[in-house]
């Protein structure tokens, strides 16, 4: 079974940056390999919303408000990926998550179309 580990959150100043790591285990290269990946968030009492996903290909999306300053990045040798965060803002502050999407292709902003949840790491940025 897949499993993901996020880490890398904190607090910091607005106009600061985070850079969030997410470590998967369970899966082989070629698994991970094969797999789009996405990173959500969740305010408190909402649903977790997308941020920004990689295809198997390096293909990357993001949800608009993020664009210019978040960038996801992988490395299939090291089963990881990561969201580099610069020139936060207050209204970033959320449990950031990522996942493992269900379609090989990647693309979709629907939380039900990925799985293998990690726990979150929590990012605060003060004003």
């Known amino acids: 079974q897949v499993q993901l580990v996020e880490s890398g959150g904190g607090l910091v100043q607005a106009g600061g940056s985070l850079r969030l790591s997410c470590a998967t285990s369970?899966?082989?290269?070629?698994?991970?390999?094969?797999?789009?990946m996405g990173w959500f968030r969740q305010f408190p009492g909402k649903e977790r919303e997308f941020v920004g996903g990689i295809s198997r290909s390096g293909v990357l999306y993001y949800v608009d408000s993020v664009k210019g300053r978040f960038t996801i990045s992988r490395d299939n040798a090291k089963n990881m990926v990561w969201l580099q965060m610069n020139s936060l803002k207050p209204e970033d502050t959320a449990v950031y998550f990522c996942?493992?999407?269900?379609?090989?292709?990647?693309?979709?902003?629907?939380?039900?179309?990925?799985?293998?949840w990690g726990q979150g790491t929590q990012v605060t940025v003060s004003s």
């Open positions: 996942a493992v999407s269900k379609r090989p292709l990647g693309g979709s902003r629907w939380f039900g179309d990925y799985e293998d």
């Open positions: 369970g899966a082989s290269e070629h698994t991970f390999m094969s797999s789009a």
